[in-house]
Every structure is written in C-alpha cells, then in structure tokens.
C-alpha cells in the first residue's frame, strides 16, 4: 500500500477549523469550489494543493473571512465565521507591506489597528523583527529588503498580533530556490516555539510535503477534496537528511502520482 493511501487517516488532534458543505461561484457562472468538507487541525501545519485554479486560495480566503461562499459555512472552535477576525492573520503572497513605512512600522500596523499602546507595540515589533531574522533592519523600507526579506516581514507583523491562525497563500512563490528553501527551514523552526494553526497553500508538491502534518489534495475546478495525507516526517532529522530520506521522497512520488492525472 503506498503512502498516499496509508494516510488518509483523520488526525486525532484537537479540531479547530471545520469547513462544511463549501461551495463557490463567482458573477460570470464560474464555480471555483463544490462540496468540500474538512477537519483542520490545532497546532498543526496543514497545507493545501492541487492543480491550478482548483480554489486553494478561494478556500484559504473563506477560511480567512475574505469571502463569502456561495453555500456552506466555516467554523472555528464551532462558531461560524462570518468576516475576518483576530483569531486569524494572513501572510500574502505579495507581501502586501505599506512602502512608505519601515519594517518596524509595518509590523506594528496590525498592532495599532487593535488599539495596543505604541510603546508596546513598538516592544512587540522588535521582538518577531528579530524572531524572523531582520534584526537591525527596524528602520529600513521595502524597496530596501529582498524579496525574501519583505517576507519575512510580512510573517512578522502576522506573528505579532498573537493570531491562533496563520494563513499563508503561498508565501515563498516570490522568491529564488535557495531562499526558498531557508525560509522553509526557518519557518518550521520558528513555528515550533509558536505552536499556531497554519494553513498554507502552494502548487509545490516538495514543498507541501517538507512543510505540513497534513496535506489536502484539491481536485481540478470545481474544486473538491480529493485526499488527505497525513505526513510521518522524522523532523529531528536536519533539512538535507529530510529531503533524502525514503518517506519523504515516497510522498512526494505519491502525490505527484494523483496530481499528474489531472493534467
């Protein structure tokens, strides 16, 4: 039996997003989600993926209070989610930092929105500047940062308002391999201390597999859940030993497996 199919076992964690009966269509007819239904863990990494255009950021933005769908409903800890809220903050793909204001400022920004007193704030940024590696660059502005360091940017003003949630619509497609791959590394790291809920989309099946607990696969639009594979990933081992090691190469061959039948 391969790995695919050997995971597809619920986990027994403590549930803390439910999504029931989801279904999206945009004005225009088109249908970006139907029937979809799934458990997310607390405190774990789940990640999403699937063709292109399967819904996987439709389905994180529902998740997230962005939009409404069209049927169904989302439940977080059992109450219906209904817009955005502070039990979640989103990581987006474009950065999505304010250009005219330094780092230290787009990481308070979430901070002030909620009322904290500045030199609290201002303590609080400080502290994830440095927890994601930007230590000294307080006063630099976007157009100063590589792509890779705006990122990291806009993880540390997601970390900072203490959200339960993490949201990331596929953080890392910005940036080159090699940073790719740190940030991976560095995230993980970083999220070990946290202990969040992540939800993570991406179209990278490396990727899924290196980073999640457990990875949904969506089918092609409309999109519905086609998989769910728990990942068994020895993560004492270091970052090279994982992406050699035998079961993480097997999922990876296994999703790849089921995705290259939509093609």
Known sequence: MNQVAKNMTETKQDTIVEVDGIAMRYEGGVQALKGVDLKIPSGELTSFLGP??????????????????????????????????????????????????????????????????????????????????????????????SGGMRQRVGLARALAVDADILMMDEPFASVDEQTRRKFQEDMLDLLSKEKKTVIFVTHSIEEAVYVSDQVVLLSPRPGQVQRIIRTEIDRSKSPDEIRRDKNYLDYVDDIWAVLRTYL
């Not at 994180?60 to 800890?77: C, F, H, Q, S």
């Not at 109450?79 to 989103?90: I, M, S």
Request: one cysteine or more.
């Open 52 to 145: 292109s255009g399967c819904g996987k950021t439709t389905l994180l933005k529902i998740i997230a209070g962005l939009l409404t769908p069209t049927e169904g409903e989302v439940r977080i800890r059992g109450k219906k989610v209904t817009g955005p809220g502070p039990d979640r903050a989103f990581v987006f793909q474009d950065f999505a930092l304010m250009p005219w204001a330094t780092v230290q400022r787009n990481v308070e920004f979430g901070l002030e929105l909620r009322g904290m007193p500045k030199d609290q704030r201002g303590e609080k940024a400080v502290k994830y500047i440095a927890e994601v590696g930007l230590a000294g660059f307080e006063k630099s502005y976007p157009h100063e940062l």
